[in-house]
């Protein structure tokens, strides 16, 4: 049972090291895993799709509800880093029947789901998405061996998210209606056997 359990941290791979965002202490000491995100969540080709270029203190708040509180259960804050460039990407990782996407397919108890923002724009469209995107699944496949996919929910509109989702091995499954977008459902499925994705059946997508 997974119930209780925050999301795994995938393992990191011979390119990547991923590892927990860490709150501010709480005793006046500023996290810098809190001032990278606040900052790269005010760039604007970060907010054009995750639309949360909130105060510091928000993201303070996020970061620690991710880690402290019940939310830790939804959602692990994870950063990216590559022992060349430092920190490149934030990663959400969050269990898909805690989600809001839990009614869109019949998912499984260990199925994850992943965001994605590279927060200098500069390291942008350099294929260095996808490698963090397929590296992300294979190290949560391995970090949890019941899990048998990872989803993302792009807005259907951005082409360069659903390129590199695509090109790290997600599968474009159908279009989705989410409160302030379209997204298209995606997956990375463990093995053939775990896709496509099935429609849910009208009495499970029942609230
Ligand atoms: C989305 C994101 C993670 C993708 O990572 P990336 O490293 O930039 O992407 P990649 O370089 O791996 O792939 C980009 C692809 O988009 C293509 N592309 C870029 N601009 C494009 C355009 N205007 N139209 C069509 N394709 C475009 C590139 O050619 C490339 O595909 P190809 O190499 O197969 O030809 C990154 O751009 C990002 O963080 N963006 C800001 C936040 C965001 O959009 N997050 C996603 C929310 S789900």
């Known amino acids: 049972m997974i119930e209780g359990l925050p999301p795994p941290l995938p393992v990191s791979s011979r390119t990547w090291t991923f590892r927990a ?68 990407a934030f990663l959400q990782v969050y269990r898909v029947p805690l989600d809001r996407v839990r009614p869109f397919y019949s998912y499984e108890e260990h199925d994850l789901g992943v965001h994605i923002a590279i927060g200098d724009e500069a390291k942008t469209n350099r294929k260095l998405g996808r490698s963090i995107l397929r590296d992300t699944c294979l190290g949560l496949f391995a970090a949890d061996p019941e899990c048998r996919r990872v989803v993302a929910e792009p807005d259907a509109d ?43 059946a009208v009495s499970e997508a029942a609230p």
């Open 21 to 88: 965002a860490e709150p501010d202490a709480g005793d006046g000491r500023r996290s810098p895993d809190v001032d990278l995100v606040h900052a790269w969540m005010h760039e604007p080709h970060v907010e054009r799709w995750w639309h949360e270029a909130w105060p510091r203190q928000k993201w303070a708040e996020v970061v620690h509800a991710f880690r402290a509180t019940k939310h830790a259960l939804h959602t692990l804050p994870v950063l990216a880093l590559s022992e060349s460039m430092g920190a490149v």
């Open 158 to 200: 951005n082409v360069m998210s659903v390129r590199a989702f695509e090109a790290a091995g997600f599968r474009s499954e159908y279009t989705i209606e989410l409160p302030e977008k379209t997204g298209l459902l995606m997956a990375f499925p463990r093995g053939e056997a775990d896709s496509p994705l099935r429609r849910p």
